[in-house]
């Protein structure tokens, strides 16, 4: 069997024949004169015309030896066959000899149908534009183990199937700019480099500015300043970007993800339940052209109104206890029996948020907003006329949490008194818990407008609308340990 080095020394050879014959296998430009996409597009005019084009891409097959060559070329728009014929294509004995798949080149020529119907190039002249020096993966399917798909995303990308998920990807992002902006909504940006890192309840990564000698986070959420545009008078703010979290790795979370966030000021929890329902179905039907996906072997309809219901009543349903009436050691017992640990520091709120994720979400398959949590499980968020319960939801389906969501807590009295209690939880060992900010604090003591606001994972969604199981699929270089 040939090795990877024995591969290699053989196309270095090949580009040392290139170099003795005076040609650059790295020039500086190209003269591609049109995509492979648009040629496919009006190929019978091509055809008839005899127009001589020039194609450039990477060659993906080769085949036949002798006075003619097939190959096959991509572009990234498209796929087409070529031919190389020793009386037609100039320097034919040399390329016939250096060629390899993978190899980057350009091809001019002219068009004509094969008496099997294929489309076709015949070229009259082939360029090297960057020779290829290691082999493409088996088959050109892509890689098939998964560590190195994710770690050479460069060569899983050549296979169809991964880039169109992450063209469905890139759709998802535009479509949701689209949506925010017909309903009046700004982008802003916030700043990645936080001095207290606020706005959900993570551990972040910490850093440190050498010129100003501080300490700084990067950004678990950009909730703390999208709110105080709504103070300064924005009345409509969303961002689109990256977070960090100093957390595990599993089939749905990666230390770094993408949320879309937005805030409207004079809303509540109620009018982004219905503003969040619009999204995703407009989302699902732009860009799968139908309400209803395939996720996990699940049909799923995002055609009908989502359903609703309560967090605790959830719990009840498929923990088989009352988590209102249930004692602490009732509580902790429960989370054993579904293997949730208790670490330091933890409040009975998270323990009832572990037993939830795994009792209760798996089951969530068709869209349902889960309403009612208690209040010390979201610090930012408004308390319901029964104290004990915040008015917040999370979107779910397919087993995944899409979209977390509340009506905004403008009190500043009760925000600080909020934040205390983290503080508390940090103290006690909870690297989670949220810190006291008092710069915000002192924002909305100038009076921050009642306002809803919302979280969407990027992420998450296109793994529903691609059917990827796991988060790294759909993030093009997710979190990796360096090889040894």
């Avoid at 892509?142 to 991964?162: C, H, K, N, S, V």
């Avoid at 605790?312 to 009436?325: M, S, V």
């Avoid at 409040?347 to 994720?357: A, F, Q």
Wanted: glycine share 6%; hydrophobic share 40%; aromatic share 10%.
């Amino acid at each position: 069997m040939t090795t990877l080095l024995e591969i290699r020394n053989a196309r270095l050879e090949k580009l040392k024949m290139l170099a003795d014959a005076g040609i650059n296998p790295y020039p500086i430009s190209s003269r591609k004169s049109s995509d492979i996409s648009l040629v496919l597009k009006k190929f019978d005019s091509l055809v008839a015309s005899k127009k001589k084009v020039t194609l450039a891409g990477r060659l993906m097959a080769l085949r036949g030896q002798g006075a003619i060559m097939f190959f096959d070329l991509s572009d990234g728009t498209g796929k087409i066959q070529g031919t190389l014929k020793s009386d037609e294509t100039k320097d034919f004995e040399l390329f016939s000899k250096v060629l390899d798949i993978g190899d980057i080149v350009e091809v001019s020529g002219h068009f004509f149908i094969t008496k099997r119907g294929e489309k076709t190039i015949a070229s009259l002249t082939v360029r090297m534009l960057a020779k290829s020096l290691r082999p493409l993966p088996e088959k050109w399917h892509g890689l098939q183990d998964m560590e190195e798909r994710l770690r050479r995303r460069y060569l899983d990308l050549l296979a169809d199937e991964t880039k169109k998920r992450f063209l469905t990807r890139s759709r998802i992002v535009t479509a949701v700019r689209a949506f925010l902006e017909k309903k009046g909504f700004v982008e802003v940006e916030t700043p990645m480099l936080q001095h207290v890192a606020g706005g959900a309840s993570a551990t972040p990564f910490k850093t440190h500015h050498n010129f100003l000698d501080i300490p700084l986070y990067l950004r678990i959420a950009p909730e703390i300043y999208l709110k105080e545009l709504l103070v300064g008078g924005v009345p409509k703010v969303y961002e689109i970007g990256r977070n960090f979290r100093n957390e595990g790795i599993d089939v749905t979370h990666n230390p770094e993800f993408t949320t879309v966030e937005f805030y409207e000021s004079f809303a509540d929890a109620k009018k982004f339940r219905k503003l969040v329902e619009a999204l995703t179905q407009t989302l699902v039907k732009k860009i799968v052209g139908t309400d209803k996906i395939i996720y996990s072997g699940n049909e799923i309809d995002f055609g009908k109104k989502f359903s609703t219901i309560k967090y605790f009543d959830l719990l009840e349903q498929y923990a088989h206890f009352n988590p209102a009436k249930a004692s602490e050691a009732e509580i902790e017992a429960k989370a054993k029996e579904y293997g949730v640990t208790k670490g330091a520091g933890d409040s009975r709120e998270k323990l009832l948020d572990g037993i939830y994720k795994k009792a209760c979400r798996p089951h969530l398959i068709q869209p349902i907003f889960v309403i009612d949590y208690p209040t010390p499980s979201l610090p930012l968020a408004k308390r319901l006329p029964k104290k004990d319960f915040v008015d917040a939801f999370q979107l779910v389906v397919g087993g995944l949490e899409l979209v977390k969501a509340f009506s905004e807590l403008n009190d500043p009295i009760d925000q600080a008194q909020r934040f205390f209690l983290e503080e508390q939880n940090k103290k006690a060992g909870d690297k989670e818990a949220q810190s006291m900010d008092s710069e915000f604090i002192e924002a909305i003591e100038y009076g921050l407008p009642p306002a809803g606001g919302a979280g969407f994972s990027i992420d998450r969604f296109t793994m529903l609308l691609t059917d990827s199981k796991n988060i790294r699929e759909v993030i093009l270089f997710p979190t990796l340990r360096p090889r040894s």
